[in-house]
């Protein structure tokens, strides 16, 4: 599929879901649930059609990582049907910055909806501000690498590596945006994430991409900015003395747009900054305008929150009540994904931080000191 055709297969049934997120949930619900019944840890828990959500929520219960381990382990011993509707293509894993690293199997639906949906950032800016260009034009890799270890199991050797380096060598281009350089290249350097390592996957990106037409920037936002530091370090120049951005994509952290992005501009030049909410289990939301919020895949996940004791759907969430996260996606049912979410109103969304003692701290007394409504 060619031309806009293509673009809006892409970003218009996530615009449909915004208009109505409730129905929107509602479909995603039926369709996780019919695949859920194909798994023996759905049928542990739901011996019969499900009426609503209410009704999901109350059989299948909230299930964290280490909730849900004994079960992964079902799945490298046994297979994919303990817990999946369909065989694991790729182990990923996360970069383990709040504990050890946890190791998240990748269906290909999964890798499919993470392509698909992880382009909306792009494309919706692109189409949003008619900045065609962006469309046509190299991104930095700037990905941890793919290929990191293997372990043993009862159902063979599995390797895995981290998931955003996985999930650009399975989906290296989008039309006529590629990643420069290549996720090989970027593994042949090895799997280390030490300062040394970064520093000489940072020179390859430099040596390989000089004079290339590279339009943006998309990854974790603290490597985005560590690498224009290398740059300027290194060989005395910014990175936008060596390419023309136009965007810079960032995930991973909370407080882009109030911290992170006047450092990337220094760096990067008057580039567009896009928030992306993403994690190794999905892409869950990413920006719509320019208002600095971000807004959720309705059409892609099922969203709820820990609000207290009580549970609520995302889109029931008014302005100011937050909670814990709870995703519902191809892999897991009613998963905790470790995340605080605040409502800003009109199904724009701020995720403010993990969810610990420190974070929740940091918010209440933000807003007791600002005056804002609480509503936990």
Not at 18 to 30: G, K
Not at 195 to 217: A, H, I, N, P
Not at 274 to 284: I, K, L, N, Q, S
Not at 323 to 343: A, K, N, Q, T, W
């Amino acid at each position: 599929m060619e031309g806009f055709a293509w673009l809006k297969m892409i970003v218009e049934p996530w615009y449909r879901a915004l208009e109505d997120p409730e129905e929107a949930q509602t479909q995603v619900l039926a369709r996780l649930t019919r695949e859920y019944a194909k798994t023996a840890y759905g049928q542990a828990y739901c011996d019969g059609p499900l009426s609503d959500a209410a009704d999901y929520r109350h059989r299948f219960p909230i299930v964290d990582y280490e909730g849900l381990k004994p079960w992964l382990d079902k799945v490298k011993n046994k297979g994919h049907q303990e817990l999946l509707s369909e065989p694991v293509i790729r182990w990923v894993m996360t970069r383990g910055t709040t504990g050890n690293p946890k190791l998240i199997p990748a269906t290909r639906t999964h890798l499919e909806q993470v392509l698909m949906v992880g382009a909306r950032g792009l494309v919706n800016h692109a189409l949003r501000t008619g900045d065609q260009d962006l469309l046509n034009g190299g991104v930095l890799n700037l990905n941890f690498p793919s290929a990191v270890d293997s372990e043993e199991t009862g159902g063979g050797r599995i390797e895995y590596g981290y998931s955003s380096g996985t999930y650009a060598k399975y989906n290296p281009r989008l039309g006529s945006v590629w990643l420069v350089p290549s996720q090989e290249e970027i593994d042949g350097l090895g799997n280390g994430i030490s300062r040394q390592d970064w520093e000489k996957r940072f020179e390859l990106v430099y040596e390989r991409t000089k004079g290339t037409d590279v339009r943006s920037v998309m990854g974790v936002t603290n490597v985005i900015t560590a690498f224009g530091r290398y740059l300027k370090k290194r060989h005395g120049l910014a990175p936008k003395e060596v390419w023309r951005f136009r965007a810079a994509f960032c995930t991973s952290l909370p407080k882009i747009q109030t911290y992170h992005a006047p450092k990337i501009r220094a760096l990067y030049g008057a580039v567009s900054v896009v928030e992306m909410y993403t994690a190794t289990e999905g892409v869950f939301a990413q920006q719509l305008d320019n208002n600095p919020y971000v807004v959720p895949n309705y059409d892609a996940y099922f969203f709820e929150v820990m609000k207290g004791k009580e549970v609520k759907m995302l889109h029931e969430l008014k302005r100011g009540e937050w909670g814990r996260l709870v995703v519902s996606s191809c892999l897991f049912p009613r998963y905790d994904i470790g995340d605080y979410i605040e409502c800003a109103g009109k199904n724009y969304y701020r995720v403010y931080g993990r969810a610990n003692k420190k974070v929740l701290l940091e918010h209440l007394l933000f807003n007791i000191f600002t005056g804002r409504i609480i509503r936990a």
